[in-house]
């Protein structure tokens, strides 16, 4: 199906958001970027805010209703964790179902009309938009990095040095089963001996 490559994606995005979740603590949840800066979103507000904002685009544009509350009734890491990823998979069914003329017709995305395949593409950009944010907040609370795309500094460093992807988890089911039992993640090597970035001396 022509489409396929977009129920794909969203698959992979599942794990990629709840693997950034696994990297947080539970003390995290009220950190913000700038303690003292109520814009910027906690932790905890970006974990409500990617339920409630998918929950929404999938009931209000692409017509798929889970019949599941958004939030969890105790707002935990792990809640959250059981949560997204109880909701998402049962989104991702519905949409292995549709055919390509689903996928295709225009529906309303907000005040204009757009296809099923161009609003579900935007949404995944929306959420790996957040998924940007938070994985800066970690840098900000000096935590670690697994991979969420390729190679991170902790996983080894940069691609053109050969840094391998290393995920915290092999898949979601492991990802909740060890969270719950204390959060036992793939190992990371750290950055080697050569520059985890491009211009390492840039700041001077």
Same mark, same amino acid.
């Given at each position: ?9 969203? %698959?992979?995005?599942?794990? @990629?958001?709840? #693997?950034? *979740? ?7 949840? /009220?950190? $913000? ?59 991702? %069914?519905?949409?292995?179902? @549709?055919?390509? #003329?689903? *996928? ?7 005040? /204009?009309? $757009? ?90």
């Amino acid at each position: 199906m022509v489409y396929e490559f977009l129920i794909d994606t969203y %698959e992979t995005e599942r794990m @990629k958001v709840l #693997g950034v *979740w696994s990297m947080f603590s539970d003390e995290d949840l /009220v950190r $913000r970027p700038h303690a003292e800066d109520v814009r910027g979103r906690s932790v905890v507000e970006q974990m409500v805010h990617q339920c409630v904002s998918e929950n929404l685009w999938f009931c209000n544009m692409l017509s798929i209703d889970v019949g599941a509350p958004p939030l969890p009734e105790e707002e935990t890491r792990l809640e959250f964790i059981k949560r997204y990823a109880e909701d998402s998979a049962l989104r991702l %069914e519905h949409l292995k179902q @549709k055919d390509a #003329g689903w *996928w295709e017709e225009e529906v309303a995305f907000f005040d /204009v009309g $757009r296809s099923r395949a161009w609003i579900m593409a935007r949404r995944m950009l929306h959420t790996s938009h957040h998924r940007g944010q938070q994985t800066a907040i970690l840098r900000m609370l000096g935590r670690s990095l697994h991979s969420t795309y390729g190679p991170t500094a902790d996983t080894g460093g940069l691609m053109q040095n050969k840094a391998p992807t290393i995920y915290p988890y092999q898949d979601i089911d492991e990802l909740i089963e060890k969270e719950a039992a204390g959060a036992t993640k793939i190992p990371l090597p750290g950055p080697g001996t050569k520059s985890a970035t491009e211009r390492p001396d840039s700041s001077t």
